[in-house]
């Protein structure tokens, strides 16, 4: 054997002795992964080595080859149980640390929309008194949204500023009201019906979205008063926000009732004092009093274009926001709010 075969060799052998040498380095699987690149590497010890195979004879790389794939399993066996022994170790550590009798981790629940609360709550109260569900199209027809509901072409209600047009006869309803026209399309008295959903309107700032909520209710049959509207209103609003609110009616008009009041409750923040410790209330602005629906009895145009006699027929209506309702009610000072879907205000009410 020649002297370079021979240092060939006892180099791969002190290779083997020096990874065996260095087990109390490797403490932590890391320290293990750091140690196989240094001796297995494609740049590590053993690859140099390697490098050297090239310089022997022809015939003795056979014997140079076949002594670095010994040197090569030994070395790998030897991390490998290293790897094992270290893994076992990690893994009792970690179940050290685990502590079964600390809490679980309760799974992140969703809650409804303050909307979508309000909305049911309405809802709830609503058909407690009497009254149906009734749903039906946000794309709604001219003559539903306007014509039938007493709402001639040239009213100012109808002006492109408010109204997104689909097509010159077709709307996103702008109100709850076309509601009233389907459901007496669709039945003769006696009928009371709510029907809640999105209304669209050309309109965006501070206080108005192009999409919000509102319930539309319609009572009618024989010998209905505004005496019933008035008592059916103040028992749903009672109902919503407290047995003490007050209720009042001022005149107002619609052209879908004759006539027309909007309900104005005391304020939901300082009882209708009108102030607060010291100070102007700011929901209320120093009146006590709060806007909350518009009403009135339906006007006999509206029983016209349907079909209803308006000698024999009468009834009332009414429309709210719910925006609004929830605004008072949870004592939100802005509207934007609702349609941010911030996680840490819609959490609030899980
Ligand atoms: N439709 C009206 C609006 O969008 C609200 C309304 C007022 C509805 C009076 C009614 C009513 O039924 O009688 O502002």
Same mark, same amino acid.
């Given at each position: 054997m020649n002297d370079a075969l021979k240092s060939f060799l006892e180099g791969l052998d002190s290779l083997a002795q020096d990874c065996e040498s260095r087990k109390g380095q490797a403490c932590s699987l890391k320290e293990l992964d750091e140690l196989r690149i240094e001796f297995l590497g494609r740049k590590g010890k053993l690859a140099q080595s390697m490098g050297q195979l090239g310089r022997l004879d022809a015939t003795e790389k056979p014997a140079g080859g076949k002594k670095a794939n010994e040197v090569k399993q030994c070395i790998t066996t030897l991390l490998d149980a290293w790897q094992a022994e270290l893994s076992q170790a990690e893994s009792g550590r970690a179940l050290s640390r685990f502590d079964p009798t600390m809490p679980g981790r309760r799974p992140w629940a969703g809650s409804l929309h303050p909307v979508t609360l309000v909305m049911d709550e309405i809802c709830d109260v609503l058909t407690g008194l009497?009254?149906?569900h009734a749903a039906g199209p946000e794309v709604e027809n001219d003559w539903n949204n306007f014509e039938a509901l007493n709402i001639p072409p040239e009213h100012p209600a109808r002006d492109m500023q408010d109204t997104l047009y689909v097509s010159e006869r077709i709307v996103l309803r702008t109100h709850t009201s076309p509601m009233q026209i389907r459901s007496m399309l669709k039945r003769q008295p006696p009928l009371a019906v709510i029907a809640p959903g999105k209304v669209y309107r050309r309109d965006s700032d501070l206080t108005h979205t192009p999409m919000f909520h509102q319930i539309e209710g319609l009572l009618v049959d024989h010998n209905v008063s505004m005496g019933d509207l008035r008592g059916t209103l103040t028992a749903f609003v009672r109902q919503l926000f407290g047995a003490r609110t007050e209720v009042r009616f001022r005149p107002s008009f619609f052209p879908f009732t004759e006539p027309s009041a909007e309900v104005d409750i005391s304020?939901?923040?300082?009882?209708?004092?009108?102030?607060?410790?010291?100070?102007?209330?700011?929901?209320?602005?120093?009146?006590?009093?709060?806007? $909350?629906?518009?009403?009135? /009895?339906?006007?006999? =145009?509206?029983? @016209?274009?349907?079909?209803?006699? *308006?000698?024999?027929?009468?009834?009332?209506?009414?429309?709210?926001?719910?925006?609004?309702?929830?605004?008072?009610?949870?004592? $939100?000072?802005?509207?934007? /709010?609702?349609?941010? =879907?911030?996680? @840490?205000?819609?959490?609030?009410? *899980?």
């Amino acid at each position: 054997m020649n002297d370079a075969l021979k240092s060939f060799l006892e180099g791969l052998d002190s290779l083997a002795q020096d990874c065996e040498s260095r087990k109390g380095q490797a403490c932590s699987l890391k320290e293990l992964d750091e140690l196989r690149i240094e001796f297995l590497g494609r740049k590590g010890k053993l690859a140099q080595s390697m490098g050297q195979l090239g310089r022997l004879d022809a015939t003795e790389k056979p014997a140079g080859g076949k002594k670095a794939n010994e040197v090569k399993q030994c070395i790998t066996t030897l991390l490998d149980a290293w790897q094992a022994e270290l893994s076992q170790a990690e893994s009792g550590r970690a179940l050290s640390r685990f502590d079964p009798t600390m809490p679980g981790r309760r799974p992140w629940a969703g809650s409804l929309h303050p909307v979508t609360l309000v909305m049911d709550e309405i809802c709830d109260v609503l058909t407690g008194l009497g009254f149906e569900h009734a749903a039906g199209p946000e794309v709604e027809n001219d003559w539903n949204n306007f014509e039938a509901l007493n709402i001639p072409p040239e009213h100012p209600a109808r002006d492109m500023q408010d109204t997104l047009y689909v097509s010159e006869r077709i709307v996103l309803r702008t109100h709850t009201s076309p509601m009233q026209i389907r459901s007496m399309l669709k039945r003769q008295p006696p009928l009371a019906v709510i029907a809640p959903g999105k209304v669209y309107r050309r309109d965006s700032d501070l206080t108005h979205t192009p999409m919000f909520h509102q319930i539309e209710g319609l009572l009618v049959d024989h010998n209905v008063s505004m005496g019933d509207l008035r008592g059916t209103l103040t028992a749903f609003v009672r109902q919503l926000f407290g047995a003490r609110t007050e209720v009042r009616f001022r005149p107002s008009f619609f052209p879908f009732t004759e006539p027309s009041a909007e309900v104005d409750i005391s304020c939901v923040l300082c009882g209708g004092a009108g102030s607060r410790d010291g100070s102007t209330c700011r929901v209320c602005k120093g009146t006590g009093w709060v806007e $909350i629906l518009g009403c009135g /009895m339906v006007d006999p =145009n509206v029983f @016209r274009s349907v079909g209803y006699d *308006a000698e024999l027929y009468t009834g009332f209506a009414f429309g709210l926001g719910i925006e609004r309702v929830a605004m008072l009610k949870y004592g $939100i000072g802005d509207l934007r /709010m609702f349609f941010e =879907n911030d996680v @840490r205000f819609l959490e609030q009410f *899980a």
